[in-house]
């Protein structure tokens, strides 16, 4: 498995796996905008100072993906690193793909100097078994996402 910033020849791959998470998601009652996906997954690309994006590779196929952006605290001027997208195909959630991206991730932010990484799971695509595997890799559960649908 090869763990690597995407490139721009990845884009119409993620989108499809974006399409997938989608599919998966909580979020799959709301239309899936490919132009706006496209231009998220543009912005990763392109500004690799504040955000770090990782894709998991075997055998030429991208199985999974990662992001995440650095962001001050609001009270103090240090610095966090939160994700907002993390998705592995269903056919390699068994494998090694979610934990190198996250320590990927970890890495990226350990060397922007961040005090934090905060991990989430908002989409409900499998949480049960991204829970424990957030937790084996030392992170501590803070709080919930708690949504209501307004219409």
């Known amino acids: 498995m090869v763990i690597r910033p995407p490139l721009e020849g990845d884009i119409e791959t993620l989108l499809d796996l974006g399409a997938q998470m989608h599919r998966e998601s909580a979020y799959s009652f709301l239309p899936y905008d ?24 075997i055998d030429g196929a991208i199985i999974g993906m990662i992001g995440g952006t650095i962001m001050d605290y609001y009270f103090c001027h240090e610095v966090l690193v939160a994700d907002e997208i993390l998705f592995v195909r269903s056919d390699h959630r068994t494998g090694m793909a979610a934990l190198a991206l996250i320590r ?4 990226w932010a350990t060397h922007q100097g961040a005090r934090e990484l905060c991990l989430s799971v908002s989409s409900s695509v499998n949480y ?3 829970d424990k595997l957030y937790e084996r890799l030392g992170f501590n559960r803070v709080g919930g996402v708690f949504k209501k649908r307004l219409n």
């Open 34 to 57: 490919r132009q706006k996906v496209r231009a998220f997954i543009v912005s990763y690309i392109e500004d690799r100072i504040t955000r770090c994006s990782l894709v998991a590779e």
């Open 128 to 130: 049960e078994a991204t």
């Open 104 to 107: 990927g991730l970890q890495k």
